[in-house]
């Protein structure tokens, strides 16, 4: 085409309007897209707030769905409780505000609390943590074949209101917490102290733990003097069934003030007396009696005053050297003494090296996160736990018995639970 065919191609009118049409369409379908597209979003975020929110599960375990309403009653539940302790706190705070220390004190547990509510993601964070351990643990309670019944959760119900229609229970038997074993003559040489006074060491065997002497009191009991008459105190008035089943009913209206109903508050109570059955079963065989092992050390900052301490013990006692310079103010006084302890207890590279010890050899310095230690083994074997050592062994032999289940879950979370998460009740 002739550049002058082409000027009269531009300048004609059909050609130009033509044109201006095809882009004014262009440009009301790019409008009419653009505002479906707004539409769509706002009637998508309306439709997400009022439905679709509160029916996609916040967690699915093993492609099991929790109940988003029973996680945010849970939420409320747990919100409610740190509630009461903030005011139970706050009633010991008056009582002691005029004496510094325990007013600092209480102020300290007041905040923690107040912080935690005040953050409703965080808090959710920890009860949606809570809700999925618990649904682990009632699968694997199902499946070794332990039942929680709704006359076992009755009864836990009446005993938070302290109601025990069939008489005040009878404490279970605690395993019997052993005397420390007095010192027997090779411990004694090691430690650097001799045989105490009412302890009989047996000559056949330097090993041996001696036996302990039981002094009989001489002095004949004074006979009982007769007791002045008193008026006797009034008989209290019985906790009745009408009695407790009004205060429960009052219990449940203030929780259903707050939304959270009685179906809940039972389904919470399942999960924790199925945790506890759970937890039971599983300890039941962690045994009282185990392999210990008896050490002390000394802590310095350096591996250069370590190697100085070892010189110096060729030449000073030991409790002198630890007394003098070791860091570990809980024990430099005694020699550095941690007792006896089991495995897990100690930081591992501390505790792989007192192992390795034999009975009485002083170590090379061990590194730890703590310093440098000299380490020396008094003795080792089996014995009898204490009644806290007994419940930590037990509450470690749980945790890693669940870590290892939880780690073949398929655990589903949505972060739709951040935006279901109630930040309710607070406290007033």
Same mark, same amino acid.
């Given at each position: 085409m002739s550049p002058r065919k082409k000027e009269e191609t531009k300048s004609n009118p059909r050609v130009r309007f033509a044109k201006e049409k095809k882009k004014n369409k262009l440009i009301v379908i790019g409008f009419i897209i653009t505002a479906v597209l707004i539409l769509g979003m706002i009637g998508y975020a309306i439709l997400y707030t009022t439905v679709l929110k509160d029916n996609i599960p916040v967690v699915k375990i093993d492609g099991q769905k929790i109940d988003n309403e029973y996680y945010k009653a849970r939420v409320r539940l747990e919100r409610n409780s740190y509630i009461q302790q903030f005011q139970a706190l706050y009633k010991q705070y008056e009582l002691f505000s005029e004496e510094p220390n325990s007013a600092e004190y209480y102020q300290q547990q007041l905040q923690q609390i107040v912080s935690l509510l005040d953050n409703a993601e965080l808090f959710g964070e920890m009860v949606l943590n809570n809700v999925i351990d618990d649904e682990i643990i009632a699968i694997q309670g199902e499946e070794m074949g332990i039942v929680v019944n709704d006359s076992e959760i009755d009864v836990l119900v009446q005993e938070s209101f302290?109601?025990? =229609?069939?008489?005040?229970?009878?404490? *279970? =038997? @605690? =395993?019997? #917490?052993?005397?420390?074993?007095?010192?027997? %003559?090779? @411990?004694?040489?090691?430690?650097?102290?001799?045989?105490?006074?009412g302890v009989e060491e047996t000559e056949s065997d330097e090993s041996d733990v001696g036996e302990e002497t039981i002094v009989e009191p &001489?002095? $004949? !009991?004074?006979? !009982?003097?007769?007791?002045?008459?008193?008026?006797?105190?009034?008989?209290?008035?019985?906790? &009745? %069934?009408?009695?407790?089943?009004? *205060?429960?009913?009052?219990?449940?209206?203030?929780l259903e003030a707050i939304n959270i109903s009685?179906?809940?508050?039972r389904k919470y109570i399942y999960h924790y007396l199925m945790n506890q059955k759970v937890h039971n079963s599983v300890i039941a065989d962690v045994p009282f009696e185990q392999e210990q092992i008896w050490a002390r050390h000394i802590l310095v900052p350096t591996e250069e005053e370590?190697?100085?301490? #070892?010189?110096?013990? *060729? $030449? $000073?006692?030991?409790?002198?050297v630890a007394a003098d310079v070791s860091l570990d103010t809980s024990n430099k006084d005694i020699g550095g003494d941690l007792g006896w302890f089991t495995s897990g207890r100690m930081v591992s590279e501390f505790e792989e090296a007192a192992i390795e010890l034999e009975i009485g050899q002083i170590s090379d310095p061990i590194e730890t996160q703590f310093g440098w230690h /000299?380490? @020396?083994?008094?003795?080792?074997?089996?014995?009898?736990?204490?009644q806290a050592d007994y419940e930590y062994e037990q509450n470690v032999f749980f945790d890693e018995w669940f870590s290892g289940i939880k780690e073949n879950i398929d655990i589903d979370i949505n972060n739709v639970w951040k935006d /279901? #998460? !109630?930040?309710?009740?607070? /406290? @007033?």
């Open positions: 302290n109601y025990f =229609p069939n008489g005040t229970p009878t404490p *279970e =038997p @605690q =395993p019997t #917490v052993y005397a420390t074993p007095t010192i027997s %003559k090779t @411990q004694a040489a090691i430690l650097g102290i001799t045989a105490t006074l &001489t002095a $004949e !009991p004074t006979a !009982p003097t007769a007791a002045p008459t008193q008026t006797p105190d009034p008989t209290a008035t019985p906790y &009745t %069934k009408e009695m407790f089943q009004a *205060e429960h009913d009052q219990y449940l209206g203030d009685e179906t809940y508050l370590a190697a100085s301490v #070892v010189l110096q013990l *060729e $030449e $000073e006692a030991w409790n002198d /000299i380490i @020396q083994l008094i003795d080792r074997g089996i014995h009898p736990l204490s /279901i #998460v !109630p930040d309710d009740p607070s /406290i @007033q």
